[in-house]
């Protein structure tokens, strides 16, 4: 798998063009929930680590790669995979993190799972002082 926010590796097979798409930026503003996800794996990493944190007020999506492996005729189409697993980076509070989010279905209307995954060690959580800094 390429590294993310990065170029893809000379090894890398020659299928990653069809299993990965990078969101433009014009996609990440319409499509909001897409900023869920990363509000849910801020959350989901504060949960972990046992603090009682507040979420920053505000979120600055960089980027986003999906990656699948269903086929698509139109690359956009990735973003409504029923599987897909997302790469997500943002700012907020003068901190980058990157969260892997994998979005599962069943096939059964309205149902979803979603997983969380820190790319890099986080151990940070956000707390009251912080977020009126």
């Known amino acids: 798998m390429p590294a993310f926010l990065s170029e893809p590796p000379e090894d890398a097979a020659d299928d990653d063009a069809m299993r990965f798409y990078e969101v433009p930026d ?9 900023l869920l996800y990363a509000e849910f794996a801020l959350f989901h990493v504060c949960e972990k680590a046992g603090s009682h944190s507040f979420l920053p007020k505000e979120i600055e999506m960089k980027k986003v790669l999906v990656e699948t492996l269903e086929t698509h005729v139109e690359p956009s189409l990735k973003l409504k995979s029923m599987n897909a697993i997302f790469h997500i980076s943002f700012r907020t509070n003068s901190y980058d993190p990157t969260f892997v989010v994998r979005r599962t279905t069943d096939r059964v209307p309205g149902h979803m799972f979603l997983e969380v995954d820190c790319r890099k060690e986080t151990g940070r959580c956000f707390s009251r002082q912080v977020e009126d800094q």
């Open 26 to 34: 014009m996609d990440i503003d319409k499509y909001d929930w897409l």
